[in-house]
């Protein structure tokens, strides 16, 4: 099975509370390495540029997405005890806490972890990695704290399972957060980027969401302009 993982996780762009984009650089990495994936770089917001300039408003509310999942592509909703349910329910909630709540994290100093650093360098690379998840560690640990009312959340994770193809499906109603994760034999790829396509076309935008370009809007972008 080839491992095929949607980029649409919507919180800032980030996937779950622990998530940092990686800034540095290999001075040892060849150059046209580094210019093939400033082409890919660019060639990505070129098409979210067009693709957000397709798109119209019109939506459907999560149970209205549910159902159509359910009769269209045979999903399920599933229960606690799926595999990994409360960790990926958890995912949301702490990085919806850092997107809704960043006051309580203003004493945080792991934005200076961010700063370029050699990664062909391995003394510097792995003192980084440290401090990356010494950082991480502690602000878990501050979220874990949070009592639950702090920030609520309603949370689904439906599945789609055909064998060949097995589809995650996220939905959080309250914040209109939607992200999809997915596995498939190598020649199946295509067929489930499709249907994870139609189940973001079919939630839709509504006009709002276009004009303030919402979390929701965002997806919807991100999903269309991913590479088949």
């Not at 300039?53 to 399920?76: C, D, L, Q, W």
């Not at 919806?96 to 994290?105: A, G, R, T, W």
């Not at 995650?168 to 914040?175: A, Q």
């Not at 295509?190 to 929701?216: A, C, P, W």
Request: aromatic share 10%.
């Amino acid at each position: 099975m080839q491992k095929a993982t949607d980029g649409t996780s919507i919180i800032g762009g980030a996937d779950g509370p622990t998530a940092i984009g990686i800034i540095g650089y290999d001075k040892n990495q060849p150059i046209l390495l580094r210019w093939k994936r400033s082409l890919s770089l660019w060639m990505y917001r070129n098409k979210r540029r067009k693709v957000s300039k397709k798109i119209r408003p019109g939506s459907h509310t999560t149970e209205e997405v549910f159902r159509f999942m359910k009769e269209r592509y045979n999903a399920y909703e599933a229960t606690t005890d799926y595999p990994m349910y409360e960790h990926k329910k958890k995912q949301v909630r702490f990085s919806l806490i850092q997107k809704e709540m960043p006051e309580l994290f203003e004493e945080d100093c792991g934005m200076r972890l961010l700063e370029t650093v050699d990664f062909g360098d391995d003394i510097l690379r792995n003192e980084w990695i440290n401090n990356i998840r010494e950082w991480t560690m502690k602000r878990e640990e501050k979220m874990n704290s949070l009592p639950e009312d702090v920030l609520r959340i309603d949370y689904h994770l439906f599945v789609v399972d055909n064998g060949d193809e097995k589809i995650e499906i996220e939905f959080e109603d309250r914040h209109g957060i939607v992200g999809c994760s997915w596995s498939s034999a190598k020649g199946n790829r295509k067929k489930v980027n499709q249907m994870v396509k139609d189940i973001h076309l079919f939630y839709g935008v509504s006009q709002e969401d276009i004009e303030q370009t919402t979390e929701r809007y965002n997806a919807l972008v991100a999903m269309l302009a991913r590479k088949e």
